[in-house]
């Protein structure tokens, strides 16, 4: 597994081994993975706002996965291929130690509930409400996006 620059780092292209299958990514699959961590957040609030309190807490869930396989890519050029969001955070902690900050306490908490939501959306019947989709929407703008958006930053 390495990577290939072809020019600016912008046109970063990584060659990924799947399953025995060569990947390529570049910065356009990067920016695909950042643009649509930013429409599930949308997509979340909206839910959020018309009562669909579930499908809200989803699509949150999704945006954190997103943004921290982005970041992970960002900086090497390649995450891992799993759904799991504190593993993935795991990952993440091992470049930036800041993101042990969610990885704690009630952060870890909340990032459980959000890897809860991923499964009982898929797999269990488990329905949410306004009590529990409201701070956990807060948690994501407040605490989680910036916490893993610096690792992009520093």
């Known amino acids: 597994m390495g990577l290939v620059w072809a020019g ?13 299958e060569m990947i390529i990514m570049s910065s356009r699959e990067a920016a695909l993975l950042k ?11 909206s839910l959020f706002d018309s009562g669909d309190y579930d499908l809200a807490m989803f699509s949150l869930e999704q945006h954190c996965q997103l943004l921290v396989k982005y970041c992970l ?6 995450y891992p291929r799993t759904h799991s969001l504190t593993q993935l955070l795991r990952e993440l902690a091992k470049r930036d130690e800041g993101i042990n900050e969610l990885l704690h306490g009630e952060n870890y908490l ?3 509930k959000l890897e809860d939501a991923y499964l009982a959306s898929r797999y269990i019947p488990r329905e949410y409400d306004k009590e529990e989709a409201a701070p956990t929407l807060t948690f994501v703008k407040e605490v989680f996006d910036p916490i893993v958006q610096q690792t992009v930053r520093a």
């Open 110 to 112: 909340y990032v459980t």
């Open 8 to 20: 600016e780092p912008r046109s970063l292209i990584s060659m990924l081994n799947f399953g025995g």
């Open 73 to 78: 890519f960002y900086l090497e050029g390649t």
């Open 35 to 45: 643009r649509r961590a930013e429409a599930f957040l949308r997509n979340a609030q």
